[in-house]
């Protein structure tokens, strides 16, 4: 007989998998960072499924009930997806930071052509013919 956290837990880690795929399918979420979701549901997956391996790691981390370790898994997977996406955030601002101050000097440049071409342009109309 199924336990009822087996249930629960596999249709969690089955909604989680589905969610992310149906994102990237509606372009809403880049393959590239659906990666790391994807792997925390492949392992949150076969770590409900699979009630003897559960078990193993529950041994391993000293928890008493095996449901519970898998909470502390999916708890320190939800982590690192976070701390990943706290990486990329933070490379993201510095680009935008050095793009942010390469468009200032690019118009910073055509003010001065601009005022160039304008001060040319009165220095030969002030010119007698």
Do not use: N
Not at 102 to 114: G, P, S, Y
């Amino acid at each position: 007989m199924i336990d009822r956290t087996i249930l629960v837990s596999v249709a969690g880690s089955l909604l989680i998998l589905l969610l992310v795929m149906e994102l990237v399918r509606r372009r809403r979420l880049r393959e590239e960072y659906a990666l790391a979701w994807l792997i925390s549901g492949v392992i949150l997956f076969v770590l409900s499924f699979s009630r003897p391996l559960l078990a193993f790691v529950a041994q391993v981390l000293g928890i008493h009930y095996p449901p519970s370790a898998l909470f502390l898994v999916g708890f320190f997977l939800f982590l690192l997806v976070l701390l990943h996406f706290s990486a990329i955030i933070s490379r993201q601002a510095g680009e935008i930071k050095d793009l942010v101050q390469e468009v200032a000097l690019l118009q910073w440049r055509v003010v001065q052509c601009e005022r160039k071409v304008v001060d040319r342009g009165q220095a030969d109309s002030d010119e007698p013919t």
